[in-house]
């Protein structure tokens, strides 16, 4: 499991949202079971809504980082999983492509 960071701006992190954030970034852990640390800032977006920003650390010096804007908290967060998770599956391709001994085909 990856040590999951969660930081609130003017924002009071409730218990809720806390397990909520656990349980939704703590999955993506399929996707690099290396991942190491992962910070979440939560805080009220510039016009309405809440701004969710994702900072994940990779081994090799890799970083993934997503941030979105909603009108709700979780709805910000589900984004923001999403947006990390492409991230995550387009690294993890690009590695497993760029490994793949000579004269192996990459199935599409």
Do not use: W
Not at 20 to 31: M, R, S
Not at 79 to 96: E, G, M, N, P, T
Request: with cysteine; aromatic share 4%.
């Amino acid at each position: 499991m990856a040590d999951i960071q969660i930081t609130g701006v003017h924002f009071e992190i409730s218990e809720r949202i806390r397990s909520y954030v656990t349980e939704k970034l703590g999955g993506l852990t399929k996707f690099n079971p290396k991942l190491g640390k992962i910070h979440v800032t939560i805080h009220n977006a510039d016009k309405k809504g809440y701004r969710v920003d994702v900072d994940m650390h990779l081994p090799h010096g890799k970083d993934v980082i997503a941030h979105d804007s909603e009108e709700t908290v979780y709805a910000a967060i589900d984004v923001a999983h999403d947006k990390c998770a492409a991230q995550l599956r387009k690294i993890h391709d690009r590695d497993a492509h760029h490994n793949m001994r000579h004269g192996e085909r990459a199935i599409a």
